[in-house]
Protein backbone atom coordinates (compact mmCIF):
# COMPACT_ATOMS: atom_id res chain seq x y z
CA UNK A 1 0.00 0.00 0.00
CA UNK A 2 0.98 3.34 -0.02
CA UNK A 3 0.81 6.33 1.91
CA UNK A 4 1.32 10.66 1.94
CA UNK A 5 2.24 12.07 4.66
CA UNK A 6 1.80 15.73 4.57
CA UNK A 7 1.85 17.11 8.07
CA UNK A 8 1.73 20.62 7.97
CA UNK A 9 -2.33 22.01 7.38
CA UNK A 10 -1.39 25.44 7.22
CA UNK A 11 2.08 27.32 6.70
CA UNK A 12 2.52 31.14 6.21
CA UNK A 13 5.57 32.58 4.80
CA UNK A 14 6.33 36.13 3.92
CA UNK A 15 6.38 37.21 -0.13
CA UNK A 16 9.78 36.63 -1.36
CA UNK A 17 11.03 34.23 0.85
CA UNK A 18 11.20 30.67 0.58
CA UNK A 19 9.33 28.03 2.06
CA UNK A 20 9.52 24.05 2.50
CA UNK A 21 6.27 21.91 2.90
CA UNK A 22 6.93 18.72 4.35
CA UNK A 23 5.94 14.94 2.60
CA UNK A 24 6.93 11.35 3.46
CA UNK A 25 5.52 8.47 2.00
CA UNK A 26 6.25 4.64 2.48
CA UNK A 27 5.27 2.71 -0.05
CA UNK A 28 6.72 -0.80 -1.04
CA UNK A 29 7.29 -0.58 -4.70
CA UNK A 30 10.88 -0.67 -5.29
CA UNK A 31 10.04 2.15 -8.40
CA UNK A 32 7.90 4.99 -8.12
CA UNK A 33 7.45 8.63 -9.14
CA UNK A 34 6.79 11.32 -6.31
CA UNK A 35 5.14 14.67 -7.61
CA UNK A 36 3.62 17.69 -6.28
CA UNK A 37 0.60 19.57 -7.41
CA UNK A 38 -0.94 23.38 -6.45
CA UNK A 39 -4.87 24.20 -6.50
CA UNK A 40 -5.35 27.35 -6.42
CA UNK A 41 -8.98 28.33 -4.53
CA UNK A 42 -10.51 27.99 -8.95
CA UNK A 43 -10.27 24.07 -7.83
CA UNK A 44 -8.13 22.74 -10.94
CA UNK A 45 -5.18 20.71 -10.12
CA UNK A 46 -1.81 22.14 -11.37
CA UNK A 47 1.46 19.70 -11.76
CA UNK A 48 4.19 21.39 -10.42
CA UNK A 49 7.34 19.15 -10.01
CA UNK A 50 8.25 15.30 -10.57
CA UNK A 51 10.80 12.77 -8.53
CA UNK A 52 11.76 9.67 -9.92
CA UNK A 53 12.57 7.12 -6.45
CA UNK A 54 16.43 6.26 -9.03
CA UNK A 55 17.18 10.07 -9.63
CA UNK A 56 20.12 10.84 -8.45
CA UNK A 57 19.72 14.56 -8.49
CA UNK A 58 16.48 16.42 -6.91
CA UNK A 59 14.75 17.61 -9.51
CA UNK A 60 14.01 21.65 -10.63
CA UNK A 61 11.66 23.43 -11.87
CA UNK A 62 11.80 27.36 -12.11
CA UNK A 63 11.40 28.62 -8.38
CA UNK A 64 10.43 24.97 -6.99
CA UNK A 65 12.80 22.22 -6.24
CA UNK A 66 12.10 18.89 -4.28
CA UNK A 67 14.56 18.10 -1.31
CA UNK A 68 14.62 14.16 -1.97
CA UNK A 69 15.81 12.18 0.65
CA UNK A 70 15.27 8.21 -0.39
CA UNK A 71 16.42 6.92 2.99
CA UNK A 72 14.56 9.65 4.97
CA UNK A 73 11.02 8.78 2.54
CA UNK A 74 10.86 12.22 2.38
CA UNK A 75 10.00 14.53 -1.22
CA UNK A 76 10.35 17.96 0.66
CA UNK A 77 8.87 20.73 -1.65
CA UNK A 78 10.65 24.61 -2.06
CA UNK A 79 9.48 27.09 -2.97
CA UNK A 80 11.71 30.20 -3.71
CA UNK A 81 11.13 33.78 -3.84
CA UNK A 82 7.27 33.12 -2.85
CA UNK A 83 4.95 35.46 -4.84
CA UNK A 84 1.16 36.31 -3.65
CA UNK A 85 -0.13 33.96 -6.25
CA UNK A 86 1.27 30.90 -4.63
CA UNK A 87 -1.49 31.06 -2.40
CA UNK A 88 -3.13 27.89 -2.44
CA UNK A 89 -3.37 24.21 -1.32
CA UNK A 90 -0.47 22.10 -2.26
CA UNK A 91 -0.38 18.37 -2.78
CA UNK A 92 2.26 15.69 -2.73
CA UNK A 93 1.36 12.55 -4.54
CA UNK A 94 3.05 9.30 -5.96
CA UNK A 95 2.82 6.55 -8.46
CA UNK A 96 4.06 3.40 -8.55
CA UNK A 97 6.81 3.19 -11.68
CA UNK A 98 6.42 0.05 -13.39
CA UNK A 99 3.93 -1.00 -15.53
CA UNK A 100 3.12 -3.84 -14.55
CA UNK A 101 2.82 -2.41 -10.60
CA UNK A 102 -0.91 -2.56 -9.65
CA UNK A 103 -0.23 0.98 -8.39
CA UNK A 104 0.98 2.05 -11.88
CA UNK A 105 -2.23 3.87 -12.97
CA UNK A 106 -3.05 5.29 -9.42
CA UNK A 107 -1.92 8.19 -7.66
CA UNK A 108 -2.10 8.89 -4.19
CA UNK A 109 -1.96 12.01 -2.02
CA UNK A 110 -1.50 13.57 0.69
CA UNK A 111 -4.04 15.90 2.84
CA UNK A 112 -2.61 19.16 1.80
CA UNK A 113 -1.25 22.13 3.15
CA UNK A 114 -2.78 25.36 2.54
CA UNK A 115 -0.17 28.04 1.85
CA UNK A 116 -1.01 31.99 2.24
CA UNK A 117 1.52 34.07 1.40
CA UNK A 118 1.85 37.58 3.22
CA UNK A 119 2.48 41.01 1.35
CA UNK B 1 -4.51 21.30 -27.28
CA UNK B 2 -7.13 21.20 -25.55
CA UNK B 3 -7.10 20.26 -21.91
CA UNK B 4 -9.06 17.82 -19.44
CA UNK B 5 -12.92 18.36 -19.86
CA UNK B 6 -15.44 17.28 -17.41
CA UNK B 7 -18.87 17.99 -17.94
CA UNK B 8 -21.08 18.73 -15.95
CA UNK B 9 -18.97 21.36 -13.62
CA UNK B 10 -21.98 21.51 -10.90
CA UNK B 11 -24.86 19.07 -10.10
CA UNK B 12 -27.36 19.22 -7.35
CA UNK B 13 -29.43 16.00 -6.51
CA UNK B 14 -31.31 14.46 -3.77
CA UNK B 15 -30.86 11.26 -2.29
CA UNK B 16 -31.43 8.13 -4.30
CA UNK B 17 -30.60 9.63 -7.63
CA UNK B 18 -28.06 8.80 -9.47
CA UNK B 19 -25.46 10.23 -11.21
CA UNK B 20 -23.52 10.67 -14.69
CA UNK B 21 -20.38 12.66 -15.29
CA UNK B 22 -18.03 12.89 -17.93
CA UNK B 23 -14.37 13.71 -18.99
CA UNK B 24 -13.08 14.41 -22.36
CA UNK B 25 -8.96 13.57 -21.78
CA UNK B 26 -6.42 15.55 -23.72
CA UNK B 27 -6.25 14.07 -27.27
CA UNK B 28 -3.92 11.10 -27.49
CA UNK B 29 -3.97 10.43 -23.70
CA UNK B 30 -5.28 6.65 -23.11
CA UNK B 31 -5.30 6.64 -19.30
CA UNK B 32 -7.80 8.57 -17.48
CA UNK B 33 -8.37 8.32 -13.65
CA UNK B 34 -10.84 9.52 -10.88
CA UNK B 35 -10.67 11.61 -8.26
CA UNK B 36 -13.10 12.64 -5.01
CA UNK B 37 -12.35 15.60 -3.37
CA UNK B 38 -13.92 16.22 0.32
CA UNK B 39 -12.78 18.55 2.75
CA UNK B 40 -12.43 15.97 5.33
CA UNK B 41 -10.91 13.05 3.09
CA UNK B 42 -8.83 14.68 0.99
CA UNK B 43 -8.39 13.14 -2.69
CA UNK B 44 -9.33 9.53 -2.78
CA UNK B 45 -8.77 7.46 -5.67
CA UNK B 46 -11.85 6.16 -7.38
CA UNK B 47 -10.73 4.50 -10.77
CA UNK B 48 -8.49 4.00 -13.22
CA UNK B 49 -8.85 3.40 -17.16
CA UNK B 50 -6.55 2.88 -19.76
CA UNK B 51 -7.33 1.23 -23.09
CA UNK B 52 -10.97 0.82 -22.22
CA UNK B 53 -9.99 -1.45 -19.38
CA UNK B 54 -10.54 -0.72 -15.50
CA UNK B 55 -6.68 -1.08 -14.30
CA UNK B 56 -7.32 -0.27 -10.68
CA UNK B 57 -9.60 0.68 -7.86
CA UNK B 58 -10.32 2.65 -5.04
CA UNK B 59 -11.89 1.10 -2.13
CA UNK B 60 -15.45 2.50 -2.93
CA UNK B 61 -18.60 0.71 -2.57
CA UNK B 62 -20.13 -0.57 -6.06
CA UNK B 63 -22.52 2.16 -6.70
CA UNK B 64 -19.63 3.87 -7.90
CA UNK B 65 -19.07 2.78 -11.46
CA UNK B 66 -16.97 3.84 -14.72
CA UNK B 67 -16.32 3.29 -18.34
CA UNK B 68 -13.81 4.20 -20.89
CA UNK B 69 -14.66 4.76 -24.65
CA UNK B 70 -12.68 3.97 -27.91
CA UNK B 71 -12.06 7.58 -28.05
CA UNK B 72 -10.51 7.88 -24.71
CA UNK B 73 -13.67 10.15 -23.20
CA UNK B 74 -14.67 8.02 -20.00
CA UNK B 75 -17.86 8.26 -17.52
CA UNK B 76 -18.67 7.76 -13.90
CA UNK B 77 -21.91 6.57 -12.48
CA UNK B 78 -22.96 7.15 -9.20
CA UNK B 79 -25.85 5.14 -8.50
CA UNK B 80 -28.26 5.80 -5.31
CA UNK B 81 -26.90 8.63 -4.28
CA UNK B 82 -26.38 9.35 -0.67
CA UNK B 83 -25.72 12.53 1.31
CA UNK B 84 -21.74 11.91 1.86
CA UNK B 85 -21.24 11.66 -1.80
CA UNK B 86 -21.23 15.48 -1.83
CA UNK B 87 -18.10 16.18 -3.52
CA UNK B 88 -16.11 17.01 -6.12
CA UNK B 89 -15.12 14.86 -8.82
CA UNK B 90 -11.88 15.36 -10.00
CA UNK B 91 -10.54 13.63 -13.66
CA UNK B 92 -6.88 13.44 -14.59
CA UNK B 93 -5.49 12.31 -17.91
CA UNK B 94 -2.15 10.90 -18.83
CA UNK B 95 -0.40 9.57 -21.73
CA UNK B 96 -0.40 5.91 -20.77
CA UNK B 97 -0.47 5.61 -16.65
CA UNK B 98 2.85 4.98 -15.90
CA UNK B 99 4.68 6.78 -12.96
CA UNK B 100 6.88 8.77 -14.16
CA UNK B 101 3.92 11.06 -15.94
CA UNK B 102 1.72 13.81 -14.47
CA UNK B 103 -1.62 14.13 -14.34
CA UNK B 104 -3.72 16.85 -15.85
CA UNK B 105 -7.04 17.44 -14.59
CA UNK B 106 -10.04 19.21 -15.69
CA UNK B 107 -11.59 21.89 -13.51
CA UNK B 108 -14.20 18.86 -12.01
CA UNK B 109 -17.70 18.49 -10.75
CA UNK B 110 -19.21 20.16 -7.71
CA UNK B 111 -21.75 17.29 -6.78
CA UNK B 112 -24.35 18.28 -4.36
CA UNK B 113 -26.68 15.57 -3.01
CA UNK B 114 -29.65 17.37 -0.83
Request: charge should be positive.
Amino acid sequence: AQKITQTQPGMFVQEKEAVTLDCTYDTSDPSYGLFWYKQPSSGEMIFLIYQGSYDQQNATEGRYSLNFQKARKSANLVISASQLGDSAMYFCAMRGKSRYNTNAGKSTFGDGTTLTVKP
Amino acid sequence: KAGVTQTPRYLIKTRGQQVTLSCSPISGHRSVSWYQQTPGQGLQFLFEYFSETQRNKGNFPGRFSGRQFSNSRSEMNVSTLELGDSALYLCASSLAGTGEEELFFGSGTQLSVL
